[in-house]
């Protein structure tokens, strides 16, 4: 099993929503909470892409196609990270990863999210 695990993928229509959530599963809350994380998303053929990211005091970056549609945060005791999907297009449909931006560790498997009608 890798350090992180996502979950919440699943099939949305257009317009619709989907939360993700990441588990740092394998790290101690000391490590986790100083730490700036990011959801990623991948589709096949392509390069993995930073979406959105969040920092240690909760600060937020959102790549453009994403920005006002997706909103990240952090629960920092339960070592998690979120990511909630709105109005959702079908140029969303992807992979979705989440890991650490400064220094990339292991990747999970990641959670498919499908968008269509």
């Known amino acids: 099993q890798g350090q992180f695990v996502e979950s919440g993928g699943g099939l949305a229509q257009p317009g619709g929503s989907l939360r993700l959530t990441c588990h740092a599963s394998?790290?101690?809350?000391?490590?986790?909470?100083?730490?700036?994380f990011g959801w990623y998303r991948q589709t096949p053929g392509k390069q993995r892409e930073l979406v959105a990211e969040i920092d240690y005091s909760g600060g937020t970056n959102y790549e453009d196609s994403v920005k006002g549609r997706f909103t990240i945060s952090r629960d920092n005791s339960r070592k998690r990270v979120y990511l909630q999907m709105n109005n959702l297009k079908p140029d969303d449909t992807a992979a979705y990863y989440c890991?650490?931006?400064?220094?990339?560790?292991?990747w999970g498997l990641g959670t498919q999210v499908t968008v269509s009608s």
């Open positions: 890991n650490t931006p400064r220094a990339p560790g292991s």
């Open positions: 394998r790290m101690i809350t000391s490590t986790f909470n100083p730490l700036a």
